[in-house]
């Protein structure tokens, strides 16, 4: 089995392959991490990379499935726009101005771990996610992966970028101004944007420090 066709086969595959016992989590895992690190240095898609955890993650993902568990996403990698708190890591939104570590997972977060998912990372957008191009003065451009020379647009532009150069299996994106179709177009992954009625209505994770 070829891993970098399986990187750009998407969750639903994944699944497949791992229930059936012919792929697991670490395996994938490992593969998506040595594609980021001779890729991403050139696409700009993630602001940072969650190896450690990914891994450990993806080990105690295949331990469960090696008991008979199984989960809706268990094992899978995903990566996460960096407007989504994850436990102990900054959420910067794109910015320099939060330095201060998220002390738990936002409800997305929360149920994307709970159904079994793996964070690889958190992926580029703008500042406070405000433009349709992913870039900025201090994290440069993110790169569109069908042309290096061409933006991955905005400003969910780093997830749909990993997604598309198979760094991530799928990526979280959010959409404030009906954004969200321009980096897909751009970059080429599929959306699947969930109704807004049913959404979960937890708070913000609450943070005590800026710089």
């Known amino acids: 089995m070829d891993l970098t066709d399986v990187c750009f086969a998407g969750p639903a595959r994944h699944l497949e392959l791992m229930r059936a016992g012919r792929l ?5 895992v490992r593969a998506y991490l040595e594609r980021i690190e ?18 450990a993650a993806a080990a105690e993902a295949d331990r469960r499935r090696a008991n008979g568990e199984d989960a809706p996403l268990l094992g899978v ?7 989504v708190d994850l436990a102990g890591e900054v959420t910067t939104f794109g910015t320099q101005a939060v330095t ?16 079994g998912a793996v964070f690889l990372g958190k992926t580029r957008m703008p500042e406070l996610g405000m433009w349709p191009v992913t870039q900025s003065a201090f994290a440069g451009a993110t790169r569109n992966p069908w042309s290096l020379a061409h933006s991955a647009g905005g400003s969910s532009g780093g997830s749909a970028a ?17 954004l969200h179709p321009h980096p897909l177009g751009r ?10 009625r049913p959404g979960p209505a937890a708070p913000p994770t609450p943070r005590t420090g800026r710089a």
């Open 24 to 28: 697991t989590s670490t395996d994938l």
């Open 162 to 178: 990993a997604v598309a150069a198979g760094l991530a299996s799928a990526a979280i994106g959010s959409d404030g101004g009906r």
């Open 100 to 115: 201060t570590p998220s002390h738990a997972d936002g409800e997305l977060a929360r149920r994307l771990r709970a159904a």
């Open 187 to 196: 970059d080429g992954p599929v959306r699947h944007e969930a109704a807004q």
């Open 38 to 55: 001779r890729f991403d240095r050139e696409l700009n898609a993630y602001r940072v990379v969650l190896a450690d955890s990914a891994l």
């Open 77 to 83: 990698p995903l990566a996460v726009k960096d407007d």
